[in-house]
């Protein structure tokens, strides 16, 4: 009987063990279990958080969300952070790289799932794959890295194996968008290089940043091209088929100092000015000599001009002070009706006067392209002589 009961004894103690380890048992796979929920749920806040900014000045955001997901399961002794809560403290580094890490490794997860499965299977890229000239491969932390021939050198790991993110991504366009900023709206190539120097790779780079480019409102008012008018139809006179000095467009050009007279002391220099007559037709040139920008001396040139290529059918002209003067003073503005005046001499010629609108000298371009020539061929002429004496 005592080794019965000896015998149930040991049967007791051994049935309280196993009660004790299956409890045991049962407390880790829980743990294990919640474990598991728990990285379910930072990889579910991965994802969040790939729509965020990646740069350095907005992964608190993204740090303050880490924090929460292990306020769940860390919760130190003595620290308030417990579950959901606003938390006012400041990231720290850590958090940020954990929260940079999770970006991006959500982010390929995402696009490159295919060549992950892959690489850590040890097969070959398919063929259709945009990462096969890239030689990827996964750094520690499982990330996937650019591969290459320059690992040996003594570089930092972003700088010989940036990291892979594509370029149509979400985020992505985040990437180019900060750097773009950062560089201040200053190109392609400054945009390319300021991201390839933060060490990441981006899958089609140049089809994302000239997109992104093109849509930036600074960039297409620094450097947008101009918009032109479109020109009207070339008036009449132009043409027409007439003589020459039929249509004439004028105008006055200068000044010059010329050598007037010589004195004891020296010499006097005085200003001269050209009057410009140009043929709206032929685009022939006349070029007469005046002291002064007055009616009379601008009067006395016309008459000159007239003498020599014959009364004109129109005058064109903008609405200078001497042009307007001369056009009362000849009478040609239809002020007077004196049969024996300039103006009854003009009708009989058929010569008219036109002013072009105030303050529009673009409707002069077609002889006012022609002043500028004549302008620099008088000026290389004068400059040829030592004493411009007219």
Same mark, same amino acid.
């Given at each position: 009987?005592?080794?019965?009961?000896?015998?149930?004894?040991?049967?007791?103690?051994?049935?309280?063990?196993?009660?004790?380890?299956?409890?045991?048992?049962? =407390?880790?796979?829980?743990?294990?279990?919640?474990?598991?929920?728990?990285?379910?749920?930072?990889?579910?806040?991965?994802?969040?958080?790939?729509?965020?900014?990646?740069?350095?000045?907005?992964?608190?955001?993204?740090?303050?969300?880490?924090?929460?997901?292990?306020?769940?399961?860390?919760?130190?002794?003595?620290?308030?952070?417990?579950?959901?809560?606003?938390?006012?403290?400041?990231?720290?580094?850590?958090?940020?790289?954990?929260?940079?890490?999770?970006?991006?490794?959500?982010?390929?997860?995402?696009?490159?799932?295919?060549?992950?499965?892959?690489?850590?299977?040890?097969?070959?890229?398919?063929?259709?794959?945009?990462?096969?000239?890239?030689?990827?491969?996964?750094?520690?932390?499982?990330?996937?890295?650019?591969?290459?021939?320059?690992?040996?050198?003594?570089?930092?790991?972003?700088?010989?194996?940036?990291?892979?993110?594509?370029?149509?991504?979400?985020?992505?366009?985040?990437?180019?968008?900060?750097?773009?900023?950062?560089?201040?709206?200053?190109?392609?190539?400054?945009?390319?290089?300021?991201?390839?120097?933060?060490?990441i790779w981006l899958v089609g780079a140049k089809r994302s940043i000239s997109g992104l480019l093109?849509?930036?409102?600074?960039?297409?008012?620094?450097?947008?091209?101009?918009?032109?008018?479109?020109?009207?139809?070339?008036?009449a006179e132009r043409l027409q088929v007439a003589p020459p000095f039929s249509d004439v467009g004028?105008?006055?050009?200068?000044?010059?100092?010329?050598?007037?007279?010589?004195?004891?002391?020296?010499?006097?220099?005085?200003?001269?000015?050209?009057?410009?007559?140009?043929?709206?037709?032929?685009?022939?040139?006349?070029?007469?000599?005046?002291?002064?920008?007055?009616?009379?001396?601008?009067?006395?040139?016309?008459?000159?001009?007239?003498?020599?290529?014959?009364?004109?059918?129109?005058?064109?002209?903008?609405?200078?002070t001497n042009f307007v003067g001369a056009c009362r003073e000849l009478e040609m503005d239809g002020?007077?009706?004196?049969?024996?005046?300039?103006?009854?001499?003009?009708?009989?010629?058929?010569?008219?006067?036109?002013?072009?609108?105030?303050?529009?000298?673009?409707?002069?371009?077609?002889?006012?392209?022609?002043?500028?020539?004549?302008?620099?061929?008088?000026?290389?002429?004068?400059? =040829?002589?030592?004493?411009?004496?007219?």
């Open positions: 009987m005592a080794e019965i009961e000896e015998i149930r004894k040991q049967f007791a103690d051994l049935q309280k063990t196993v009660t004790a380890q299956t409890a045991r048992l049962g =407390e880790q796979s829980a743990l294990l279990d919640q474990a598991r929920q728990d990285q379910r749920e930072a990889l579910s806040m991965a994802k969040i958080l790939a729509s965020l900014y990646i740069p350095r000045e907005r992964l608190p955001a993204q740090g303050h969300l880490l924090h929460i997901a292990r306020s769940f399961t860390q919760a130190r002794q003595g620290d308030n952070c417990h579950g959901w809560h606003i938390c006012r403290k400041s990231s720290t580094e850590e958090e940020l790289e954990k929260a940079k890490e999770l970006v991006i490794k959500s982010v390929q997860h995402e696009c490159y799932s295919e060549e992950l499965t892959c690489i850590e299977t040890s097969l070959n890229l398919p063929l259709s794959s945009g990462l096969r000239k890239l030689h990827p491969f996964l750094d520690s932390t499982g990330i996937l890295r650019v591969g290459g021939r320059i690992t040996q050198a003594k570089l930092s790991t972003d700088e010989t194996n940036p990291i892979i993110v594509p370029g149509r991504h979400d985020l992505g366009t985040l990437i180019v968008r900060h750097h773009h900023q950062a560089v201040k709206h200053q190109g392609r190539h400054f945009t390319e290089g300021a991201i390839r120097a933060s060490g093109f849509k930036c409102v600074t960039c297409r008012r620094l450097r947008g091209k101009t918009e032109h008018q479109q020109m009207s139809d070339l008036s004028v105008d006055v050009f200068g000044p010059w100092e010329v050598l007037s007279r010589r004195t004891r002391g020296g010499h006097a220099n005085s200003k001269r000015w050209a009057v410009f007559f140009s043929c709206m037709c032929t685009r022939a040139v006349h070029i007469e000599i005046i002291e002064t920008m007055s009616a009379s001396s601008f009067i006395n040139a016309l008459r000159r001009f007239f003498a020599i290529r014959g009364p004109a059918k129109q005058l064109r002209s903008d609405c200078g002020s007077h009706s004196d049969p024996q005046s300039v103006e009854k001499y003009l009708e009989t010629q058929k010569c008219t006067w036109v002013f072009n609108p105030p303050h529009s000298s673009h409707m002069g371009g077609v002889w006012k392209r022609i002043v500028g020539v004549s302008r620099c061929i008088l000026d290389s002429m004068l400059l =040829e002589e030592k004493s411009s004496v007219l």
